[in-house]
């Protein structure tokens, strides 16, 4: 301290001054940009989350009922493969004659159906969705001989549990 002392008293009036005005100078950069600037965008950014999680809580007690209502209808767990699984529900359906084949596939399950009862096949569908969780990747459906039967390849997605 005592070199830098002994510095600036060497240096001319002119000198001194410049020296002192290029501290303050210093001083108020780093102030403002070093302390200033990035507690202000702290603030700010605290107070942006502060509105959102507010607009969050407001719906959550709003739509509350529903929420909860749809809490319980969680996709069942039984436990099963899924090709297990799937095959079951359709025989229980209703479409045990219809059933040519069920395999598993990268993504879930795949399964034939032969002159299935489209209005049965719908319900089948619909009962694997809203109970055990498999949703739709792919059908195609095709017109089979006599109306209202259908032939079907139908693949699943793993269930989402």
């Known amino acids: ?56 809580l407001a719906w959550m007690r709003v739509n509350s009922p529903e929420v909860r209502a749809a809490g319980f209808a969680l996709p069942a767990d039984t436990g099963e493969a899924p090709v297990v699984l799937v095959d079951r529900v359709g025989r229980e359906a209703g479409l045990a004659a219809a059933l040519r084949g069920t395999q598993p596939n990268t993504t879930g399950v795949r399964v034939q159906l ?32 006599a109306p209202g039967m259908v032939n079907a390849s139908v693949s699943f997605t793993k269930p989402r549990h």
């Open 1 to 56: 301290m005592n070199k830098l002392r002994a510095w600036f008293v060497g240096l001319t009036q002119r000198e001194r001054r410049v020296v002192a005005i290029g501290a303050v100078v210093l001083m108020l950069i780093v102030l403002v940009g070093g302390i200033l600037l990035p507690l202000q965008s702290a603030v700010s950014s605290a107070v942006r989350i502060n509105a959102v999680k507010r607009e969050d």
């Open 114 to 145: 032969e002159a299935a009862p489209f209005d049965v096949m719908i319900v089948w569908l619909d009962t694997l969705d809203t109970r055990y969780g498999y949703a739709l990747e792919s059908i195609t459906v095709d017109r089979g001989t």
